[in-house]
């Protein structure tokens, strides 16, 4: 008897994977819209504005603010895709080698794309 591979995961696990990704979303909007909110606040206030170039803290502070918001929205944005991906039942298919990527990867990273090994040869 021969034992077909896996292609893709069943609606089950993809209900799963779906259960996680929602969380992860809410959680990475959640921070996303703090980021935002710390920003609309140190540009409207007389302290968040840049008062000469003796004052760089505000300044850094400012980028800080802004680079976390930019990774949030990028986790966000991926968190998205996997979701669409679920809803194609594409997900958890590797890109690069096109096997089943480990359920293990999936609950750690559920955004990701690809397998350890294809990572890892990148």
Request: proline content about 2%; some cysteine; charged content about 30%.
């Amino acid at each position: 008897m021969q034992i077909q591979e896996q292609t893709r995961y069943s609606d089950a696990d993809l209900a799963e994977f779906r259960g996680i990704i929602d969380v992860k979303l809410n959680e990475a909007r959640k921070q996303l819209d703090f980021y935002l909110q710390q920003l609309a606040e140190q540009t409207n206030s007389e302290d968040g504005k840049v008062r000469g170039l003796d004052d760089g803290t505000s300044t850094m502070v400012n980028e800080d603010i802004h680079n976390l918001a930019n990774r949030q929205r990028k986790l966000v944005q991926h968190l998205e895709h996997a979701l669409l991906r679920i809803e194609n039942k594409v997900y958890g298919i590797c890109r690069v080698t096109g096997t089943l990527i480990p359920k293990e990867r999936l609950r750690i990273v559920p955004h990701t794309t690809m397998s350890i090994d294809a990572k890892q040869q990148q």
